[in-house]
């Protein structure tokens, strides 16, 4: 089983930035990728951003140019956010991808307001 713990969430004001940091821990042999996914109030968990294990990276049209994760994809990720946005408000999730299954940290709140 894979724990993930992040860090780094916080109170920032419009245009600010934030980085946010998971490490994985437990049955960590086998991840293939690792990611952040965040859910706003009365809205569907979606995807930010997910690096895998060979250093392919996809990101959400939202946060393209102002988002970058980096990380081993192995046992840690980390999410650079500039340029925040008041829609950026929202619960990140650290991801990982262990033989087809998610492990989900707890999430850390970002919000972004002035």
């Known amino acids: 089983q894979v724990q993930l713990v992040e860090s780094g969430g916080g109170l920032v004001q419009p245009g600010g930035s934030l980085r946010l940091s998971c490490a994985a821990s437990?049955?960590?042999?086998?991840?293939?990728?690792m990611g952040w996914y965040r859910q706003a109030p009365g809205k569907q968990r979606e995807l930010v951003a997910i690096?895998?294990?060979?250093?392919?990276t996809n990101y959400a049209d939202s946060v393209k140019g102002r988002f970058t994760i980096s990380g081993d994809a192995k046992n840690t990720v980390s999410l650079q956010m500039n340029n925040l946005k008041p829609e950026d408000t929202a619960v990140y999730y650290c991801?990982?991808?262990?033989?087809?299954?998610?492990?989900w940290g707890k999430g850390t709140l970002v919000t972004v307001s002035s």
């Open positions: 690096i895998t294990s060979s250093g392919n």
């Open positions: 991801n990982a991808v262990r033989f087809g299954t998610d492990a």
């Open positions: 437990g049955s960590i042999f086998g991840i293939a990728a």
